[in-house]
T-cell receptor
Framework: GESVGLHLPTLSVQEGDNSIINCAYS??????FIWYKQESGKGPQFIIDIRSNMDKRQGQRVTVLLNKTVKHLSLQIAATQPGDSAVYFC???????????????FGQGTILTVHP | DTEVTQTPKHLVMGMTNKKSLKCEQHMGHRAMYWYKQKAKKPPELMFVYSYEKLSINESVPSRFSPECPNSSLLNLHLHALQPEDSALYLC?????????FGPGTRLTVL
C-alpha cells in the first residue's frame, strides 16, 4: 500500500546546530504534507505544512522542502534548541474532491535529541 | 479557542468493562478523527466523521464504537477490550487539510 517513511530513525545534534529530518512518500496523489512534533506524553503538534504545488515554505526557524520528482520531504530546523527534542513525524494528506476531510498517513518518525 | 480537549487523560479498565473516551473542539471544524498510537509508532487512523456522519472506518473491531453527538463532540465507546488495545488514543479535528490533535487518552487494558 501507499506509505510514508523516514530515512533516519534518530538524530542527535548540539544546541545551536541546524537539524535536517528527511521523509520519503509514495502516494503521488497526495496534495498536502505536514510536519508534526510530538513530545513525550502529548499529542502531535502542528509545525509546518506545504501544498503539493510548492517546493519550499518557511516558518519561524523551520523550513520544509518538497521534491516531487523524487517524492522527498524534509524539515530543516535552524539553531536547534533543547526544547526541540521530540519525535518528528511527516504526514501526507489525501483529500478526495468534494470531501471536507483529509486522510493522513504518517511516517515512522524521527527522534531528535538536542544536547546542551 | 484553538484546541482539542480529551478526557480522561488516563484510563485503566478491565476486559469486561464499558468505558467512553471524550473529545471536544470549538473551532467550528466539521471533520473529527480518532487515531490509535502504540508506543514508538506513528498514529494510525481509526475513524473519520464529517458533518457528524461516519465517513471512514478503517476496519476497526466492533469493540470500538464511535459516536458524534454534535459538531463539537466526539466519543469513542469501549467494550470488551483486549490488552493489546492498550495505547494512546488521539482525537483530531480539521476544517480542510490541517488536523489539530488533542493530548490523547492513555488507555491501559488489564
Amino acid at each position: 500500500g501507499e506509505s510514508v517513511g523516514l530515512h533516519l530513525p534518530t538524530l542527535s545534534v548540539q544546541e545551536g546546530d541546524n537539524s535536517i529530518i528527511n521523509c520519503a512518500y509514495s502516494n503521488s496523489a497526495s496534495d498536502y504534507f505536514i510536519w508534526y512534533k510530538q513530545e513525550s506524553g502529548k499529542g502531535p503538534q502542528f509545525i509546518i505544512d506545504i501544498r503539493s504545488n510548492m517546493d519550499k515554505r518557511q516558518g519561524q526557524r523551520v523550513t520544509v522542502l518538497l521534491n516531487k520528482t523524487v517524492k522527498h520531504l524534509s524539515l530543516q530546523i535552524a539553531a536547534t534548541q533543547p526544547g526541540d527534542s521530540a519525535v518528528y513525524f511527516c504526514a501526507e494528506n489525501f483529500r478526495a474532491g468534494g470531501t471536507s476531510y483529509g486522510k493522513l498517513t504518517f511516517g515512522q518518525g524521527t527522534i531528535l535529541t538536542v544536547h546542551p | 479557542d484553538t484546541e482539542v480537549t480529551q478526557t480522561p487523560k488516563h484510563l485503566v479498565m478491565g476486559m469486561t468493562n464499558k468505558k467512553s473516551l471524550k473529545c471536544e473542539q470549538h473551532m467550528g471544524h466539521r471533520a473529527m478523527y480518532w487515531y490509535k498510537q502504540k508506543a514508538k509508532k506513528p498514529p494510525e487512523l481509526m475513524f473519520v466523521y464529517s458533518y457528524e456522519k461516519l465517513s471512514i472506518n478503517e476496519s476497526v473491531p466492533s469493540r470500538f464504537s464511535p459516536e458524534c453527538p454534535n459538531s463539537s463532540l466526539l466519543n469513542l465507546h469501549l467494550h470488551a477490550l483486549q490488552p493489546e488495545d492498550s495505547a494512546l488514543y488521539l482525537c483530531a479535528s480539521s476544517r480542510l487539510n490541517e488536523q489539530f490533535f488533542g493530548p490523547g487518552t492513555r488507555l491501559t487494558v488489564l
